[in-house]
Structures are given as structure tokens and as C-alpha cells.
């Protein structure tokens, strides 16, 4: 059996219930956990389908450690734990929020993520603010760099359109804007395994397509060896050398030079 994953725990955050806008004239209000030095640059963590659980936790406190201010949305399942089975059920349920198998299409989950980095930007008076999207929510961290409040994103194996392998989940507004923001603060960072069967080589190669050409590389992707789904969680491995690690250096690396 592996060893636990040391983290600290969500009582160690402190928390605030942020409400902000959907589609269609709804609301969404979810609790905010919030944890790292007051003057540190915000980075907000987009929890994946299996939850907020301890591999996500260890990656805020690597954050925190680092010096970044994490804001951890907690949109569904329990804390701290793996629950990939329930959270499915949950999902499923929250149609309003997300639009699991629209291709060419934005969830609306984003314009909530987009309202809360504008109220984190407000709140901190920060340059920008920082995301990681991870396989569900993967392609948030994309979309999100649409917006003035958010300088720097990280797209670790964006998975949706759940089946749709070779589309992309966002809409074609939100693609033209992405692109022409990239170009104004450079490029955004996107990783996946190679042998990974949910966020497959297709999905990479549509984002490559559509956000790349010879002129400009608007989002760097980097392919990571062998088999895995999360890179800088579940499994990531916390070893110098390892190339999860260097994916790691490398993300916080960004955060500093695009956030501080």
C-alpha cells in the first residue's frame, strides 16, 4: 500500500461563500477555502472529477509553500477524499452548471469562475490572478484567460467534452479572445500524460490547431512520459528529477514571472 499523502487539512483554511452568476439570470454560491501569505500572488485551484482530495491539497500546499495565495473553490463531493463515483452522480446532476458533452460550447460554471477571479482580483489588489483547471475542469483554466481579471492559466489533462476526444469545450467567442489574449501576455501552460486514455493525444492536437500556428505559440504543451491522468495531483510524484516534478517547477515558475 502506498503512504499517505501529507497535506494539511481544509481546517487550516480560512473560508468565505462566494455567489456569483450563471447563464441564464441564475446564481451559483459554493464555499472558497483560502490559505497562504496575505501578500501573495493569487493562484486559484479548479478542483478535478474525483474531488478535492489529499493529492489536490498537497498541490495547494506546494503552492502556499512557494508563496502563492491559493483559493480553492469547492464545487462538489466531500473534502479532502477521493470520491469519483458520487462526484460522477453529483455532476450529472448539476446541469445547470456544467455541459458535460457540449463540444464548441462554454459550461457555465465558467462565468461563475470568471466572477469569483474578478472578486479575488478586487479583494487582493493583485496584478492577476492564476488558475489550474485539472480534467473535468481542465479547460476552465483556458476559457478563464478570456477574462482581464486572470494573467496566468495551466490546463492539466483537459478531458472535456466527456467522448469528445478531438473537440474542444469552449465556445468559438471564447476562443478568439483567448487567442488574442495570449498574444498580449504570451503563453499559457497545458500538460497531459502520454498514455493517458481520458485526455487523449486528439484533445492536445485540436488545442494545438486551434490556439497555434508558426507565428505564435499561445499555449505550451508539454506530453509527459508513460502512462497517468493527473499530472499534479493524483499522480504526481514529489521527487527531484521526476518529470511531474518538473512540471511542477516549471507552472510555479510561470506564476511567479506572469503574477508577482
Not at 34 to 43: F, H, K, L, T, Y
Not at 51 to 64: F, Q, S
Amino acid at each position: 500500500m502506498a503512504d499517505p499523502v501529507p497535506y494539511v487539512s481544509v481546517s487550516e483554511y480560512s473560508k468565505f461563500n462566494f455567489k456569483g452568476p450563471l447563464e441564464e439570470k441564475h446564481t451559483f454560491k459554493r464555499p472558497i477555502y483560502v490559505r497562504g501569505p496575505e501578500s501573495g500572488a493569487p493562484v486559484m485551484v479548479i478542483q478535478e472529477l474525483p474531488g478535492i482530495m489529499p493529492e489536490t491539497l498537497r498541490l495547494c500546499d506546494k503552492l502556499v509553500e512557494a508563496g502563492f495565495r491559493v483559493y480553492l473553490p469547492h464545487l462538489f463531493g466531500p473534502l479532502g477524499k477521493v470520491s469519483m463515483l458520487g462526484n460522477v452522480a453529483r455532476v450529472f446532476c448539476m446541469r445547470r452548471e456544467f455541459s458535460l458533452f457540449a463540444a464548441n460550447k462554454t459550461s457555465p460554471i465558467v462565468t461563475w469562475l470568471r466572477a469569483l477571479c474578478v472578486h479575488i482580483r478586487k479583494e487582493t489588489g493583485a496584478k492577476g490572478v492564476g488558475s489550474i483547471g485539472m480534467c473535468l475542469t481542465g479547460n476552465f483554466a483556458i476559457s478563464l484567460m478570456a477574462d482581464d481579471a486572470v494573467l496566468a492559466g495551466v490546463a492539466a489533462q483537459p478531458s472535456m467534452p466527456l467522448g469528445g476526444h478531438a473537440a474542444l469545450h469552449m465556445s468559438e467567442a471564447d476562443v478568439a479572445q483567448v487567442k488574442t489574449k495570449l498574444e498580449d501576455v504570451g503563453p499559457m501552460l497545458g500538460y497531459r500524460f502520454e498514455e493517458d486514455k481520458i485526455c487523449r493525444g486528439e484533445k492536445f492536437e485540436a488545442l494545438e490547431a486551434t490556439f497555434n500556428d508558426d507565428d505564435e505559440t499561445r499555449i505550451k504543451l508539454t506530453t509527459l512520459p508513460g502512462p497517468g491522468h493527473s499530472v499534479l495531483t493524483g499522480h504526481f510524484v514529489d521527487q527531484a528529477g521526476h518529470p511531474t516534478q518538473a512540471a511542477l517547477d516549471e507552472v510555479i515558475g510561470y506564476f511567479r514571472e506572469k503574477l508577482e
